[in-house]
């Protein structure tokens, strides 16, 4: 307990999976946390847990893919509590089906990128901005081993391969500030965004060349899996860490 005590933490996609079990964590150590989602019932749902919990929480309705909403995201927390202390980009999307490059869909394209890239490089030009005036603060991104290794759609491991490579360009940018930035890669997640994917819409070979480089009958990460990773990277504890990109899969890919 404690770990996180008198932090100020945003976390994107606050309203349900990882980011909804981070948020419940890190206002259990501590942590005053701002969520953010575009969905307000959902988001709503998870501030009401936290403090029924004793936390302390900003539900915020924001789409971070818009470059004002993130800079209004950051500015709403300083607003309420008067600093960034940590920065949770987990918002993100699936592509539908695991569409490979030679099957590449440009609306999937520009909506995956929109969300999962753009929308995490917003946030962090934001709270690094407010990070730089008090000379300490963690970023933390859920990237994916599909990042990594490449098993995913094209579009969804561009926008995960560009989060890692803006990770370790973020922690170079501010090494020896006190501004760290780590990426947490995770395998499958059992969370409603996975479980609502339509196997009848896989590709197939696609589907099939991810087989040949995973396990799959290696057990799935649960959201609390993740958060606790999270955790770890957003403390203190981890302090000496930076730039570097965690594979969460419990061995799956090795």
Same mark, same amino acid.
């Given at each position: 307990?404690g770990?996180?005590?008198?932090?100020?933490?945003i976390?994107? #996609?606050?309203n349900?999976?990882?980011?909804?079990?981070?948020?419940?964590?890190?206002a259990? /150590?501590g942590?005053?946390?701002?969520?953010?989602?575009?969905?307000?019932p959902?988001?709503?749902? =998870?501030?009401?847990?936290i403090?029924?919990?004793? #936390? /302390?929480?900003l539900p915020?309705?924001?789409?971070?893919?818009?470059? #004002?909403?993130?800079?209004?995201?950051?500015?709403?927390?300083?607003e309420?509590?008067?600093?960034v %202390?940590?920065?949770?980009?987990?918002? $993100?999307?699936?592509?539908?089906?695991l569409?490979?490059i030679?099957?590449?869909?440009? %609306? %999937?394209? %520009?909506?995956?990128?929109?969300?999962?890239?753009?929308?995490?490089m917003?946030?962090?030009?934001?709270?690094?901005?407010? @990070?730089?005036?008090?000379?300490t603060?963690?970023?933390?991104?859920?990237?994916?081993?599909?990042? =990594? !290794? *490449?098993?995913?759609?094209?579009?969804y491991?561009?926008?995960?391969?560009?989060?890692?490579?803006?990770?370790?360009?973020?922690?170079?940018?501010f090494a *020896?500030?006190?501004?760290?930035?780590?990426?947490?890669?995770?395998?499958?997640?059992?969370?409603? !965004?996975?479980?609502g @994917?339509n196997?009848a819409n896989?590709?197939?070979?696609?589907? #099939?060349? !991810?087989?040949?480089h995973?396990?799959?009958?290696?057990?799935?990460c649960?959201?609390?899996? =993740?958060?606790?990773?999270? &955790?770890?990277?957003?403390?203190? /504890?981890?302090?000496?860490?930076? $730039?570097?990109? &965690?594979?969460?899969?419990?061995?799956?890919?090795?």
């Amino acid at each position: 307990m404690g770990r996180l005590q008198d932090k100020v933490a945003i976390i994107t #996609g606050g309203n349900s999976g990882v980011g909804a079990a981070t948020a419940l964590l890190f206002a259990k /150590e501590g942590a005053k946390v701002v969520i953010t989602a575009r969905r307000q019932p959902q988001l709503e749902e =998870v501030a009401a847990k936290i403090r029924e919990a004793g #936390g /302390e929480v900003l539900p915020v309705v924001s789409d971070i893919s818009k470059k #004002g909403d993130a800079d209004s995201l950051v500015a709403k927390a300083v607003e309420a509590y008067g600093k960034v %202390d940590v920065l949770v980009n987990n918002a $993100g999307v699936l592509e539908e089906g695991l569409k490979p490059i030679d099957r590449l869909n440009d %609306d %999937d394209l %520009d909506r995956i990128l929109d969300i999962n890239t753009k929308g995490t490089m917003y946030c962090m030009r934001a709270a690094t901005a407010e @990070m730089s005036k008090t000379g300490t603060g963690s970023i933390v991104n859920v990237a994916s081993v599909a990042g =990594v !290794m *490449g098993c995913g759609g094209a579009a969804y491991v561009s926008s995960k391969a560009a989060i890692i490579g803006v990770t370790k360009h973020t922690a170079l940018r501010f090494a *020896g500030t006190g501004i760290r930035c780590n990426a947490v890669c995770p395998g499958t997640i059992v969370t409603p !965004m996975v479980a609502g @994917m339509n196997p009848a819409n896989m590709d197939a070979d696609m589907f #099939g060349q !991810m087989a040949k480089h995973s396990d799959l009958k290696v057990q799935p990460c649960m959201p609390e899996d =993740v958060a606790n990773i999270l &955790l770890f990277l957003a403390s203190d /504890e981890s302090r000496a860490i930076t $730039g570097q990109a &965690l594979v969460t899969d419990f061995g799956g890919t090795l």
